[in-house]
């Protein structure tokens, strides 16, 4: 059974490049832009990583989403709905990275479910 750990943070950006820069110079956050995916990513020391999303209608400035690990995207999407939660991004892809999914809980809450392809 997976460890159901918070395993990364998104947060929205209108300018990913100009908030990482911020993030790097107030917290020492190591930085790496993504260019072909309009991503940008981030470490913070020890603690739990993630990265900057592009603000659109869908993802508003000030969201903030929160990843969980899981072994199964979709047995895990398939629980939330059981359970009251609304699918919003089935199980995708991210190429060489894994899988993910977005849903949001029945307060209203965007969290995401990821699922790490094996490093080699």
């Given at each position: 059974?997976?460890?159901?750990?918070?395993?990364?943070?998104?947060?929205a950006?209108?300018?990913?490049?100009?908030?990482s820069?911020?993030y790097?110079?107030?917290?020492?956050?190591?930085?790496?832009?993504?260019?072909?995916?309009?991503?940008?990513?981030?470490?913070?020391?020890?603690?739990?990583?993630?990265?900057?999303?592009?603000?659109?209608?869908?993802?508003?400035?000030?969201?903030?989403?929160?990843?969980?690990?899981?072994?199964?995207?979709?047995?895990?999407l398939?629980?939330?709905?059981?359970?009251?939660?609304?699918?919003?991004?089935?199980?995708?892809?991210?190429?060489?990275?894994?899988?993910?999914?977005?849903?949001?809980?029945?307060?209203?809450?965007?969290?995401?479910?990821?699922?790490?392809?094996?490093?080699?």
């Amino acid at each position: 059974m997976t460890n159901h750990t918070i395993v990364h943070i998104e947060l929205a950006a209108k300018d990913r490049k100009a908030l990482s820069k911020f993030y790097a110079d107030v917290f020492g956050w190591e930085i790496e832009h993504i260019d072909g995916m309009n991503y940008t990513t981030f470490k913070a020391g020890d603690g739990v990583g993630g990265g900057f999303n592009p603000v659109t209608d869908q993802n508003p400035a000030g969201t903030v989403i929160v990843y969980i690990n899981t072994d199964d995207v979709t047995a895990s999407l398939n629980q939330v709905m059981k359970a009251g939660g609304t699918i919003l991004v089935p199980e995708m892809e991210i190429p060489n990275t894994g899988k993910f999914g977005i849903f949001r809980d029945p307060q209203g809450n965007m969290i995401g479910l990821f699922k790490s392809y094996p490093m080699p």
